[in-house]
């Protein structure tokens, strides 16, 4: 009996030395995994250039040669890049010019209407009118206060829809349909749909919409014939910030403090899939362009991911820019709205 219970002991040390090596061996492995990463995939940001925009430059958005910029407390502006690489301003309008008092966050142009949305912090969207050229009329604000982002759909060549993440009444709904005999569009219709939480953010893909809600995750909708009715909620760690869809049930959400995620959900959370990435990173707003995602993370700049369009979501570097809000890709270019004006880059792979 003491014999065996010896030959346990002996047999026990040799056990834990052997795990203390094997322990050893990976904090080393760990280690080195760290200091030296693999640069040979991070991709390289060339700059071609840098516009001033006076006012930090919140949100652009580009319409061919034309780009749009909400700059801010210098309001609105539009840059023509027919020359990339020498932009010229065409105009812009100050918060006075606009009859708002708050920084301007948000831009979106419909050709096809020739109407500029813009977004005053926190309050109504105003819409101005492009139609003579390059004379911008303010035509005044609409819709409801603690509008968060929003998105337009047109109907008709005399007809679009604002569909807006209001924080306090979930999903708005403003119809506007165009009186030739004043020259003015009016608003036609609307509706508010309650949202399991109080919205921050608004994507759209054909007769499907999701909204970000904070930290209650995404709530997605579904618009049939005309009703719109709610399709499912999904939780999200974070702070659920902004949304980009890819289609009607695939989707990216950049939830601040806890990274992003991917969600393929097949239009039912029952089909879910959820990948975290970016997870050390303050992400507010993910931009991609087929295997590219770029994310904007405040003062930590841009951070670059690949995708295989399944499991794999790959970093490919982290580039420091400034402060920035937003991003978006227009052919080979990214645009950065950032703190410190208006930058394009091109990405190297």
Known sequence: M?????????SMTVINIRMKHCLNLLIVVANFSCIEPN?????????????ETEGYCRDVY?????????????????????????PNLLWKKSLAELGVNKEITQVSYVSSIKQLFALESNERPLYIDLSSGDTASVQGQFSSEQTKEFRVVTNSINSFTMYAADND??????????????????????????????????????????LTLDQLGIEAFHLENGIITSSYHIDLEG????VTMLNGGEFYVACED?????????????????????NDLFVTHIAVNNNQL????????????????????????????????HAEFSGNYLFAATREGLQIFEIDE
């Open 294 to 325: 770029a994310l904007s993370c405040a003062s930590k700049g841009l951070s670059f991911y690949e995708t295989d369009g399944n499991a794999t979501i790959s970093a490919r570097g982290i580039h420091d820019i400034g402060y920035v809000y």
């Open 169 to 210: 009444d979930g999903l708005k709904i403003s119809t506007f349909e165009y009186d030739s005999s004043f020259g003015l569009w009016f608003n036609t219709a609307g509706d508010e749909i309650a949202s399991v939480g109080n919205p921050n953010g608004i994507d759209i893909y054909g007769n499907e919409i999701v």
């Open 2 to 10: 003491p014999g065996f219970l010896l030959s346990g002991r002996c």
């Open 39 to 51: 640069l040979e995939n991070l991709w390289t940001l060339n700059k071609i250039v840098h516009i």
């Open 62 to 86: 580009m319409s061919g040669d034309s780009v749009f910029v909400a700059a801010g407390q210098a309001g609105v502006q539009l840059w023509d890049i027919s020359t990339i690489t020498a």
């Open 239 to 242: 702070k659920a910030r902004a």
């Open 258 to 278: 806890a990274g992003a995620f991917r969600l393929a959900t097949g239009f039912s959370a029952q089909s879910e899939i959820k990948i975290q990435f970016a």
